[in-house]
């Protein structure tokens, strides 16, 4: 694991659906992708359904959507979505054996933590993939981690029930803690500050693990979201603003970010 880049090899690829499941509120779609380089925790796609895209329903969607890699090893990509638009619910539609197009690994991946620091991972909702891959990245490396996931409710907690371990918060208090997993975070933090934190999820959720890391001078990777056309540096429709001024796009500098380097997280 290294913050170098996987680089994506030019043009988009043709992958194969392997497995689609549902578990509570999400989707986990498995993909072989036999010609691309293995993704590294913290990297994501564009993809777009090999058929039926771009046609129908006000013709929408047209663009491909980003989605963070889950895990990649072997020709074989992981997935997880929530349908939230056309482009995500055509995606959870796919069955075995369709085809999906696939532009990846693009972005920059979490670097691993230094200074003997013990990694604190920190996910909100949908944000939860990227830090899954990485917990199991760190695990083969013989580093701990502490898991921390947040969710709406009992539906969107089912899918922590396949990571042993992880401490939980639900906005309704149906499961773990009852309130926000910056909660979580900040507990641990007040039990030991010599750690790094990663987090990923909802804008308002980074910006408060943003301020949690600069409060504490706590090294934080945030891995942000934004809105993509292309996903590799061209359309400059992904940007954020930095602390000393200027932006970067979250495609080519992201989308992992330290929090030190970022502004507020715009709301989306
Ligand atoms: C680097 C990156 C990694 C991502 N990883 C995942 C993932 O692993 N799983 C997953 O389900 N989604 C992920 N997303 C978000 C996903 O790409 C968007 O939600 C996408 O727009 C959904 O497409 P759609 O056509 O279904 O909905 P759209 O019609 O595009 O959007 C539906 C709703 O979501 C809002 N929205 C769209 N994009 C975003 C965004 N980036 N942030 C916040 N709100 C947004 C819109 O305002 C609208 O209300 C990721 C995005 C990025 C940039
Ligand atoms: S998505 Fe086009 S520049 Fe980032």
Aim: charged share 20%; net charge negative; hydrophobic share 45%.
């Amino acid at each position: 694991m290294s913050a170098d880049r996987t680089l994506a090899p030019f043009g988009r690829r043709r992958a194969v659906v392997v497995s689609e499941r549902r578990v509570g509120a999400y989707s986990i779609l498995e993909l072989a992708d036999r010609d691309g380089p293995a993704p590294q925790p913290g990297q994501f796609y564009m993809l777009a359904a090999g058929a039926g895209w771009g046609a129908g329903e006000d013709e929408r969607p047209f663009l491909p959507r980003a989605f963070s890699a889950m895990g990649g090893a072997g020709g074989t990509l992981w997935f997880m979505l929530e349908t939230v638009g056309p482009g995500t619910r055509r995606l959870a539609t796919l069955r075995k054996g369709e085809a999906v197009w696939a532009l990846g690994p693009l972005g920059r991946p979490f670097a691993r933590p230094e200074d003997g620091r013990r990694a604190l991972l920190c996910g909100g909702g949908i944000g939860l993939p990227p830090l899954v891959f990485l917990s199991g990245a760190l695990r083969d490396a013989g580093l701990d981690a502490v898991l921390q996931l947040g969710f709406r409710d009992a539906a969107h907690a089912q899918v922590a029930a396949g990571f042993a371990g992880a401490q939980l918060a639900t906005d309704d208090g149906s499961v773990g803690h009852h309130g926000l997993v910056t909660d979580l975070l900040a507990a641990e933090l007040d039990a030991d500050p010599h750690a790094v934190v990663y987090a990923c999820g909802p804008p308002g959720m980074l910006e408060a693990v943003r301020r949690l890391c600069v409060a504490r001078d706590v090294p934080g990777r945030l891995a942000l979201e934004a809105g993509m056309a292309c996903g590799y540096g061209a359309c400059f429709g992904c940007v954020v603003p930095l602390a000393g001024g200027g932006y970067a796009r979250v495609c080519v500098d992201g989308p992992v970010m330290e929090a030190a380097a970022l502004a507020e997280i715009p709301a989306a």
